[in-house]
């Protein structure tokens, strides 16, 4: 069930009604319908992965019962060896089986030692590395004892499972998501309110903005061939707005279908793209996964504490995994491995934490100083992401040598003028109420809210009538498919 | 609670209004479905011969030139599944029939109007013909079925600029084709032939495919009515470049079903000399001209 589907317009209001006039005098109840409502929602997908998802939550449910009764290390060891290797193995076998054998078979033919091996035809569960990276988190944490393992069985299926961000996350972390699963919910008026207002905006980014240079983006890079070097740079720059709206455009629908039901998700994106340096695009970018690999892989492995060696060492198997856990294709990993070369001169000569603030705090007008960063900063980032856009490492290089090219100074060749010149303008408008609306949560949190109501609500309309009226071709959300 | 519900109702109000008035306007709008569906409802007694499938039937399968009663219910896209749908709901209504002609294209087995960019002809057939074969919403209404831009485009063509919807005659072959931008039989022959092209072999599908095509054969051999398979001409630059095993795969099965219950024949126009570029609308259709000259050679053959 896709969140800008007719099936989740009408989902969503069927399953408010139900929480909060006919569960709402009880807490197991309320649970326990958000458990159905997210099984449904899955379900809607792909039944076939229910029993997968619920394996899952049934095996770190037990895993964190057992944990609370083992005293020695060594069991306390074995049980989070035992969830470690059943979760990340199941991601592995679906994510990454083929990848494995089909590079396999490459390297041992170069090696002049054919092999015979057979790829599988494995569906990838959607979600499963969002749910997967979920549910370990809760497992370290019990591990560490820095969480309490819950014996609430409906409560820890509803975090697993909770439909808002099962597919997509934000990945939440147990420390956050499951307490509130234990206190009573009351509705909050301002909170239903303010949700609203975040999804009107996830789904403007999504339909509006991401949808419409997915069209542009698609044609480009399917027939980089054909195009001059500066139509290729546009296409990377349509496919830049595309995957930070789609994917921030969801994350917005998710946190305020959130709210609605009185939960608050963690932040996702901060608007990443007038960071001043890499370092504060990854502060910005993809939140919930950053901070989880900074948490859970980066922190344990020593950070940025050692020596040169062990920084450099650090920072690539940060940035490499990230790329990996995209998915099963050396474009991640280069992608990954390109942002880990752009980031490691700022921690080498330590000014990775130069730009913690916002940019431009309380000015309407960044310096030419910060609009300098910001820009190369997002130039730096356009490139990267042709990788992560590419179908493989050979369309990337080809796409790169379009590039650089002597066609690059000719004129972009568009047919559809007049649309490319109704997505530029929206474009323009859209990164104009991002960085007026940079200081809140989301851009439109705030704005607004001192206007007379009819103004308000014109302003509600207007984006409405844009989502109708300017809605590019229905694209499914790139991040379904990690 | 009670605000938060009151004030989200009465500022989606508007919306819900306008949309369910542009469902209304859109549903008033006359089209082919509902003029095929009112010409069965009418005459299906009368009906000798039925044409089914989808373009290449439509647009070259002219009932004008038979001399049997006969009715064109295809459509653009038509699958077999939706073919079958048409013959069962009509069943005891068809007095007459004597004989359905059943075109068998390039594509037809590895066809599924649900997925891809025709899949909005699928509300047509619930709406239209009250043929209920989705359960889904957007096939279940005008809105959903198109973009809003598409929607909008049908409301003012019908509403401010007068311009029928209506693409189909009385007896229901295509007498208005869409204006392309190139007819060129070179280009368009490329293009249909990439469009047909089975990109992964679906099995699935295939299979699904040709038992709706036995069912069909079989409910004719129940019912006494010959069965007319036929594989419609095509321009040399689009037949030269099918994939030979895609077109082998359709000719046995044709064959192969025709032969099954005894009440079929197939008969393969696809290299057929008597067509010439005039005969062509595009590369894999027949124009005004080939719809004639086609429609009388079939009607001798199926009188033989």
Partial sequence: ?482 | MRKFLIKTILFTLPVLFMTIAMELLLRNIPNDYEQKKAYLDKHAAEIETLVLGSSHSYYGINPAFFTSNTFNVSHVSQTFKYDYAILKKYQPKFKSLRTIVLPLSYFTLYGNIEEGAESWRVKNYNLYYGLNVSGKLKDNLEVLGNTFKVNKKRLTNYYFAHESAITATELGWCMKREIKKTNDLVETGKAAELRHTAKEADTALVNYNIAILKSISAWCAEQNIKLVLITMPAYKTYSERLNIDQLNLTINTAQQVANENGNGIYLNFLNDPRFVEADFYDADHLSDIGAEKFSKILNDEINK
């Fill in chain 1, 1 to 482: 069930m896709l969140f800008h589907s007719i099936d989740f317009a009408i989902f969503v209001p069927v399953v408010f009604v139900l929480y909060w006039f006919v569960t709402n005098k009880s807490l197991k109840a309320q649970n326990w319908l958000i458990v159905v409502a997210s099984y449904v929602f899955y379900g809607w997908w792909d039944y076939r992965f229910l029993s997968l998802i619920f394996f899952t939550t049934l095996l770190d449910y037990i895993v964190g019962i057992g944990l609370s009764k083992a005293e020695k290390p060594i069991h306390r060891k074995l049980l989070l060896a035992t969830s470690m290797t059943i979760n990340l193995g199941m991601l592995g076998f679906y994510k990454y089986f083929n990848f494995f054998i089909d590079n396999f078979i490459t390297a041992f033919t170069f090696l002049g030692m054919p092999i015979q091996a057979n790829t599988l035809d494995i569906i990838l569960p959607v979600g499963i590395s969002f749910y997967t990276f979920q549910t370990l988190s809760y497992v370290i944490d019990v591990y560490r004892r820095q969480l309490e393992p819950t014996k609430n069985l409906a409560a820890f299926i509803a975090f697993v499972t909770f439909f808002p961000q099962l597919v997509a996350g934000p990945i939440e972390r147990a420390t956050n998501l499951l307490p509130q699963f234990y206190k009573h919910r009351t509705f909050d008026y301002g909170k239903a309110v303010d949700g609203m207002r975040q999804i009107l905006w996830g789904l403007f980014k999504k339909i509006v903005i991401a949808d419409n240079c997915a069209d542009f983006a698609n044609k480009i890079f399917g027939n980089y061939d054909d195009l001059n070097g500066s139509t290729l740079v546009f296409g990377a720059i349509f496919f830049t707005f595309q995957i930070y709206c789609d994917f921030s455009g969801y994350s917005d629908i998710a946190i305020g279908t959130a709210r609605l039901f009185g939960f608050d998700l963690m932040r996702n994106f901060s608007f990443p793209y007038f960071s001043r340096d890499i370092a504060e695009f990854w502060r910005r970018w993809h939140i919930s996964l950053s901070t989880w690999f900074r948490d859970y892989v980066y922190i344990p492995l020593g950070g940025s504490k050692g020596g040169t060696w062990m920084k450099v060492r650090n920072t690539f198997i940060i940035f490499l995994l990230s790329g990996f856990w995209h998915g099963a294709n050396w474009t991640f990993i280069a992608w990954g491995a390109l942002n880990a070369m752009y980031f490691l001169p700022l921690l080498l000569t330590q000014n990775n934490r130069a730009n913690l603030d916002i940019v431009a705090q309380g000015k309407n007008v960044p310096s030419f100083r910060e609009f300098s960063s910001m820009l190369v900063t997002f130039g730096l980032t356009v490139f990267a992401w042709i990788f992560f856009r590419a179908d493989n490492m050979g369309h990337a290089m080809g796409y790169i040598s379009g590039i650089f090219s002597a066609s690059l100074f000719k004129l972009p060749n568009f047919t559809t003028v007049g649309l490319v010149a109704t997505t530029n303008m929206f474009l323009v408008l859209f990164v104009l109420l991002e960085w007026f609306g940079r200081q809140d949560e989301y851009a439109i949190e705030k704005l607004g809210l001192k206007w007379k109501r009819p103004f308000r609500h014109a302003f509600y309309y207007a984006l409405i009538a844009a989502i109708v009226w300017f809605g590019g071709k229905e694209q499914e959300f790139i991040y379904f498919q990690f």
